[in-house]
């Protein structure tokens, strides 16, 4: 049984940090790239990074570029995401997700939701003084 559990998330301040991370099992994470989607209230989903299998190419939104970081650690079948200087603007439920089609990361983009199959629950983060 496929199954990703997120966890990290919370209550922090602006210019505040929080590590979310993403444990994956039923299946062999190395084979497939990832990426980490977020949610706000009435917004989108929309992808904010994500990591190929192959190459480790990363890609990040233009929003969180120079503050996230993606990495993975396959012998964990966890993926990570760094989130640091936290802004009002970055809370929301954050969901880590596996690119099944191997089509959707790239280095320009996460690619459209229909690439992932496997989703987490989600983890909320909330950025408020």
């Known amino acids: 049984q496929v199954q990703l559990v997120e966890s990290g998330g919370g209550l922090v301040q602006p210019g505040g940090s929080l590590r979310l991370s993403c444990v994956a099992s039923g299946f062999t994470l190395d084979f497939y790239p990832v990426a980490w989607f977020r949610q706000g209230p009435g917004k989108e989903r929309e992808g904010v990074s994500c990591?190929?299998?192959?190459?480790?190419?990363?890609y990040y939104s233009a929003s969180v570029k120079g503050r996230f970081t993606i990495s993975r650690d396959n012998a964990k079948s966890t993926v990570y995401l760094q989130l640091n200087d936290l802004k009002p603007e970055d809370a929301a439920v954050y969901y880590c997700?596996?690119?099944?089609?191997?089509?959707?990361?790239?280095?320009?983009?996460?690619?459209?939701?229909?690439?992932?199959?496997?989703w987490g629950q989600g983890t909320q983060v909330t950025v408020s003084s």
């Open positions: 997700a596996i690119d099944t089609r191997r089509m959707g990361c790239s280095g320009a983009g996460t690619g459209t939701l229909n690439n992932y199959a496997y």
């Open positions: 990591m190929t299998h192959n190459d480790g190419s990363t």
